[in-house]
């Protein structure tokens, strides 16, 4: 049972590439998120996913883009990265129990990414 | 404007004393808070969950608590250990807000020195 898998755990970009983060989890949630960690920041959401097929925007999206294709994997795309990307992404998972919150969420270990 | 702040950037107390960490909030309508730790390198790691109608729950030496009237939350750990060091998140979820959407503070750095 390996809980939340992010995969790479690091990677170098140059400005202007694509890239695309893998998250898979495997305690079949139906709520999956994407974080991104800077200093002084804290925590703040990308996208998150409700269930298979959905996604939407949560307080940072602007460069980045999600799918949901399958509900044990979420995607996060940069199409065009930038310097203002680099930082710590993780993905975390949650129940929905009868549509509603209050459950802890699960963390990867984070993909480290550099913009150069 | 909507803050969540934990008043400490770090806070460093001898083993096997109790560390309190505290969580404030602004302008928030919790429906509750939870407690995360993070270990370097490490992806946050579930302590405890409250909601707005607890005033207290307990997990082993961890402690939480919660008043909405003073808008806060404090994190008691006792008879702290040298393996208690990490960095210690809160989180809040508000009511009406999307589901399951945490919002985070900064953290708290923890060291308990032997």
């Known amino acids: 049972n390996a809980g939340v898998t992010q995969t790479p755990k690091f990677r170098v970009l140059k400005t202007g590439q694509s890239m695309t983060l893998l998250c898979a989890q495997d305690?079949?949630?139906?709520?999956m998120y994407w974080y991104r960690q800077d200093p002084g920041m804290g925590l703040r959401l990308i996208h998150y996913?409700?269930?298979?097929?959905?996604?939407a925007k949560g307080e940072v999206p602007d460069g980045y883009n999600v799918s949901r294709l399958k509900k044990q994997n979420f995607l996060l795309g940069l199409e065009s990265a930038a310097p203002s990307q680099t930082s710590v992404y993780f993905c975390a998972s949650s129940y929905s129990i009868g549509g509603n919150s209050n459950q802890p969420q699960h963390f990867g270990d984070g993909t480290r990414l550099s913009i150069l | 404007s909507q803050k969540i702040e934990q008043n400490s950037e770090a806070l460093n107390i001898q083993e096997g004393k109790t560390a309190t960490l505290t969580c404030n909030y602004t302008?928030?309508?919790?429906?509750?808070l939870q407690w995360y730790r993070q270990d370097p390198g490490r992806g946050p790691v579930f302590l405890l969950l409250?909601?707005?109608?607890?005033k207290e729950k307990r997990k082993e030496r961890l402690k939480v608590t919660f008043d909405t009237t003073l808008k806060q939350s404090l994190f008691h750990i006792t008879a702290s250990q040298p393996a208690d060091s990490a960095t210690y998140l809160c989180a809040l979820e508000e009511h009406g807000g999307s589901q399951g959407n945490l919002i985070f503070g900064k953290g708290t750095k923890l060291s308990v020195k032997p």
């Open positions: 409250i909601r707005e109608n607890e």
């Open positions: 305690m079949n949630h139906e709520y």
């Open positions: 302008n928030y309508s919790p429906a509750y």
């Open positions: 996913s409700v269930g298979e097929g959905t996604t």
